[in-house]
């Protein structure tokens, strides 16, 4: 099974289990564990409202803040937008089974069913490389801002974003030709299967080592490593503050690098449970068919869903401009300067 598979795994396992042994039986109807239950159809719809409401208004209030074309704002933006899309994919394409359970007799759904999966795993992983080319902007900015100065421009800073987007959408295509759906025999849901291109082992280990090199071995070291070093540059510049009076465009480079290093170490909180998850399917050790592995990966899509919602909260600790600027927006727009 390849790396999106296990993704998708992830987010859309509904096994059957036996209350006494925990184990999958064939002929036994469908049930799913009331934990799994309610955090799909409960906590994580609450959770994505939360996410796309404040990522959305953290889209507004960065656009309407003096220095929204600062390239630092405009990478907040796109993985604000990345991560909205995600949730709101996510949801369209797995968790509405949850509350519409009609829907899985009907074939529209299913049928669109591999788009939405496909756009989910897309603008993950776009969240993931703008993560990535925002910690390299960072490391330039505060390690060597004369050649910054040069390099950071908004046009070349739109260009890579345009870049990750085409290249997660291109990449990420064999996703949605990787199944299909048919119908349960003697039943009138549906369900996805894999076609004869998903079956192809060809594909599936040149597309699993691919998407290990492109959205593993290189953003994840590139983003740790550069990020120690914007933390030790952060105690530095902490120190230095304190014999010295900062200029407004240290005190501005400080609170986007503050800002993304928060955002880095909320990453790798929830994704940490995700990859060992993936690790520990990928040799086998895990039993997809004992009911816990639905309980543990639920509560891993959770942590998902928790990283593209928590950046909005993070802005507004890592940000007093940020705060300022929501409250004078949603509490007294007239009154801005006071």
């Not at 199944?179 to 291109?197: A, C, D, G, H």
């Not at 105690?235 to 503050?258: G, L, N, P, Y």
């Not at 300022?324 to 007294?332: A, G, M, T, W």
Request: charged content about 10%; some cysteine; hydrophobic content about 50%.
């Amino acid at each position: 099974m390849n790396g999106t598979e296990i993704l998708l795994s992830i987010f859309n396992e509904t096994l059957q289990f036996n209350n006494q042994s925990g184990e999958l039986t064939s002929n036994q109807p469908v049930v799913i564990h009331p934990l799994v239950f309610w955090i799909q159809a409960l906590v994580i719809p609450l959770v994505d409202i939360v996410g796309v409401s404040g990522n959305s208004i953290s889209i507004y209030v960065l656009l309407t803040d003096k220095k929204t074309f600062l390239t630092g704002n405009i990478y907040l933006i796109a993985l604000a937008v990345a991560d909205t899309l995600s949730m709101i994919f996510s949801y369209a394409g797995i968790g509405i089974l949850y509350l519409i359970p009609s829907l899985e007799t009907s074939l529209i759904f299913w049928t669109l069913k591999p788009g939405f999966l496909w756009l989910m795993v897309c603008t993950a992983s776009a969240s993931h490389w703008i993560i990535t080319i925002f910690t390299v902007e960072r490391f330039f900015a505060v390690c060597y801002p004369l050649a910054s100065v040069n390099k950071a421009s908004r046009r070349r800073t739109a260009i890579l974003l345009m870049f990750v987007y085409v290249f997660c959408l291109i990449t990420n295509i064999p996703v949605f030709f990787e199944k299909q759906p048919v119908q349960i025999e003697n039943s009138r849901s549906y369900k996805l299967v894999l076609t004869e291109f998903g079956r192809n082992r060809i594909y599936t280990i040149v597309f699993i080592f691919f998407h290990i090199i492109a959205y593993v071995i290189i953003p994840i070291p590139v983003i740790m490593i550069l990020n120690v070093v914007l933390i030790r540059a952060l105690i530095r510049a902490r120190a230095q503050r304190e014999v010295m009076v900062q200029s407004t465009h240290e005190a501005e480079k400080s609170r986007v690098t503050v800002t993304l290093v928060t955002i880095v170490i909320l990453f790798f909180v929830c994704h940490a449970p995700y990859a060992i998850l993936s690790i520990l399917y990928t040799v086998g050790v895990l039993d997809l068919k004992h009911w816990t592995y639905s309980v543990i990966s639920s509560i891993v899509t959770l942590l998902l869903h928790v990283n593209a919602t928590g950046n909005f909260v993070l802005y507004g600790l890592a940000s007093v401009q940020f705060r300022n600027r929501l409250i004078s927006i949603f509490l007294c727009r007239g009154q801005t300067k006071n």
